[in-house]
């Protein structure tokens, strides 16, 4: 149960688009279809952005997208909004009802 | 609307013993899975347990696999955490959360945490 690899920051200026990548193994990102992101702003609960790889719950802004190539999923937010500056967490499904988390993200608009 | 508020937290010594609750509205409890994160004080999230909508099965990172136990009661539509023998590294911020529906692997609500904070 190794937390999934994510790069510790990344930024961008309002309207850009960045992405921040979420790499596992073969046991869980690459195993199943089942990765979803949080994201969280200080002092909050994580809230849902992505479940199941790239599907948005409803309120979600569009411009929050998932994917997924073998053991990497990845999240990109297109036309950044200065109220997208947050921690961003992946989590994948690891089997056996089990659940591992990335390392986390911060995403800074410049 | 989905409403989840734990309770329990608190300071306890090394070795001690602490149980949280979520209290859980706005759903039918009894028909979901409900999962146990945790985060250390400027720390990533961890996993740390779920339990089936009917309690039937649980399971447990294997950070306290053996040390904590998920249990609930539909009865009073509460989520529980038993943590014995907890050590310094168990300090952190518990959330509870709610799966969104069986056979579904995300967590679509959660609440807004309860601190432990674990003294040497």
């Known amino acids: 149960q190794s937390a999934l690899t994510q790069p510790r920051s990344v930024s961008g200026s309002p309207g850009q688009s960045v992405t921040i990548s979420c790499t596992g193994t073969?046991?869980?990102?690459?195993?199943?279809?089942?990765v979803s992101w949080y994201q969280q702003h200080p002092g909050e609960a994580p809230k849902l952005m992505i479940y199941?790889?790239?599907k948005r719950p409803s309120g979600v802004p569009d411009r929050f997208s998932g994917s997924k190539s073998g053991n990497t999923a990845s999240l990109t937010i297109s036309g950044l909004q200065a109220e997208d500056e947050a921690d961003y967490y992946c989590?994948?499904?690891?089997?056996?009802?089990?659940?591992?988390f990335g390392t986390g993200t911060k995403v800074t608009v410049l | 609307q989905v409403q989840l508020v734990e309770s329990g937290g608190g300071v306890v010594q090394t070795g001690g013993s602490l149980r949280l609750s979520c209290a859980a509205s706005?759903?039918?409890?009894?028909?979901?899975?409900m999962h146990w994160v945790r985060q250390a004080p400027g720390k990533g999230l961890e996993w740390v347990a779920f339990?089936?909508?009917?309690?039937?099965?649980?399971y447990y990172a294997d950070s306290v696999k053996g040390r904590f136990t998920i249990s609930r009661d539909t009865s009073k539509n509460t989520l529980y955490l038993q943590m014995n023998s907890l050590g310094p590294e168990d300090t952190a911020v518990y959330y509870c959360?709610?799966?969104?529906?069986?056979?579904?692997?995300?967590?679509?609500?959660w609440g807004q945490g309860t601190l432990v904070t674990v003294s040497s």
């Open positions: 339990i089936r909508h009917d309690g039937s099965n649980k």
């Open positions: 959360a709610k799966a969104a529906a069986a056979g579904t692997y995300y967590f679509d609500y």
């Open positions: 073969s046991s869980d990102v690459g195993a199943y279809n089942y």
């Open positions: 706005g759903f039918t409890f009894s028909s979901y899975g």
């Open positions: 199941d790889v790239s």
């Open positions: 989590c994948s499904y690891a089997g056996s009802y089990t659940e591992v």
